[in-house]
């Protein structure tokens, strides 16, 4: 996997954590101010920035999204061939007469099981990464 996810995940994180605060102050602005665009008559001019903030907030997060998705693709790939190497290491052994069939079924169901932990500390590290991006922004606050 590519070794600058962490730091792309921290940078859309950062994006997203910004335009979701533009987001929060226009719809704010507009809430507020409703009476006011009211009587100035720029709604249109309003509603146009309110969209802008809108796909931006869009595109950000589709970013994010995209790149999580490649992550979990990456870790399912890995899961994957572990899971077909160690079949193919059984399979073979039991064509060559060190295994029995047996003994294969039982590698396969100790596979099966296995299957749910790795999947489980791959969505760790995920968590890991988001508590950590979320600890530098507040050390950035404090510091």
């Not at 008559?41 to 309003?46: A, F, L, T, V």
């Not at 990456?74 to 077909?84: A, F, P, Q, R, Y």
Request: contains cysteine.
């Amino acid at each position: 996997m590519d070794p600058d996810i962490p730091e792309k995940r921290q940078i859309l994180d950062y994006q997203l954590f910004e335009q979701q605060a533009i987001n929060r102050n226009v719809t704010y602005q507009l809430i507020t101010g409703m009476q006011e665009i009211k009587l100035q008559g720029c709604e249109q001019r309003k509603r146009w920035e309110w969209e802008d903030v809108q796909a931006n907030l869009f595109d950000v997060n589709l970013k994010s999204l995209n790149l999580q998705q490649n992550q979990e693709a990456g870790s399912v790939l890995i899961n994957e061939l572990k899971n077909t190497i160690i079949t193919v290491l059984a399979a073979t052994s039991v064509l060559n007469g060190e295994l029995t069939v047996g003994m294969m079924l039982a590698i396969q169901y100790i596979i099966g099981q296995l299957n749910s932990p790795v999947e489980q500390i791959m969505g760790f590290i995920y968590k890991w990464q988001d508590v950590s991006i979320s600890i530098d922004r507040m050390n950035e606050i404090h510091c």
